[in-house]
């Protein structure tokens, strides 16, 4: 902080079955009296996967945590507060609604049932407020949004998030008052990276890319600078560029591929990799200070 630098944290709203937190806290989780789960997390069929995701998370008992105060809730955003300035808080439509799927059952027989609701963040609210914890938070409201999740934020007054990769228009046709609440992002983790994904655009343009890989390249960085120039220059009150997009790396640094238990979450920025994605880095550290300082970001 004493550098001007703010850390961001992401939330996770479910929890492994195997997790010190579910072996703890077993009345706040919807289990059998063995422990055992009788429904468990994912998401109906979706633009990512025509079959739906089965997550295998155990679902909290809102019942009992309402009954608690949800105390166990409020100890991991204190905690949380010890360590960030903002928090993502993942998957938000949960709040509203979560999907349930049955113990042995596949995605498509699962279910919305009813979440915590704004009950919920009126005790967040209050617990901030009275133990002036300065932590600020985001909402991931992505995914399937109904009316209802959408009324949610609304009357959390929670900022949500746009990702230029689903609808680079949707933030250019945003009234200003509605995008001063919102983040930018240029992808998150279960994106393609920024280069990744205008190459494969590009690429639809294109008969083969042997001839002109030299000429494809090029054409994508033009085209993530341009993109990385619209983001900071929307009116949105935060622009979240992935390091993976400032370096212009391709899809071998993608972070993840929804719906694929495989090889995801394995890649690490190193200086080599840095290195190796420009020809001139202090030219780059340039364009982006300029842009920073051009837009006030």
């Known amino acids: 902080n004493d550098l001007g630098i703010s ?9 492994a079955k195997d997790s010190a937190d579910v072996w703890a806290n077993k009345e706040i ?3 059998d009296e063995h422990g055992a789960q009788k429904v468990h997390a994912g998401v109906p069929p979706d633009a990512f996967t025509e079959d739906g995701q089965d997550w295998g998370n155990p679902l909290y008992d809102w019942d009992k945590l ?3 105060g949800y105390e166990w809730w409020l100890r991991r955003l204190r905690q949380c507060a010890e360590r ?17 799927i049955p113990e042995g059952g596949s995605p498509k027989k699962g279910s919305w049932q009813h979440g915590a609701g704004l009950d919920f963040y009126k005790a967040v609210s209050d617990m901030l407020k009275c133990e002036e914890l300065g ?3 985001l909402a991931e409201d992505l995914g399937f949004l109904d009316d209802g999740v959408k009324d949610l934020l609304r009357l959390t007054g929670l900022p949500g998030m746009n990702i230029w990769q689903f609808n680079d228009r949707e933030m250019k046709e945003m009234e200003p008052e509605k995008a001063v609440n919102r983040a930018f992002y240029s992808g998150t983790h279960d994106n393609d990276t920024l280069a990744g994904f205008v190459r494969a655009e590009l690429l639809k343009d ?8 030299d000429e494809l390249a090029t054409e994508t960085e033009i085209e993530c600078l341009r993109i990385i120039k ?9 622009a979240m560029i992935q390091v993976q997009d400032m370096f212009m790396l391709g899809s071998e640094a993608r972070i993840n591929v929804p719906g694929i238990a495989e090889g995801n979450w394995t890649w690490k ?22 842009l920073a300082e051009k837009t006030h970001r």
């Open 29 to 31: 989780f919807r289990l």
């Open 84 to 100: 960030f300035d903002i928090l993502r808080i993942d998957h938000f439509r949960g709040f509203s609604e979560y999907y349930a």
């Open 206 to 213: 294109r008969n083969s890319e042997s001839d002109k890989t």
């Open 7 to 15: 850390l961001m944290g992401d939330l996770p709203m479910y929890m």
């Open 269 to 290: 920025m190193s200086g080599a990799s840095v290195k190796e994605s420009f020809d001139d880095a202090d030219a780059r550290a340039d364009w982006f200070r300029e």
């Open 66 to 68: 309402r009954d608690t």
């Open 230 to 238: 619209e983001i900071y220059e929307s009116p949105a009150a935060l």
């Open 135 to 137: 932590m600020k938070l």
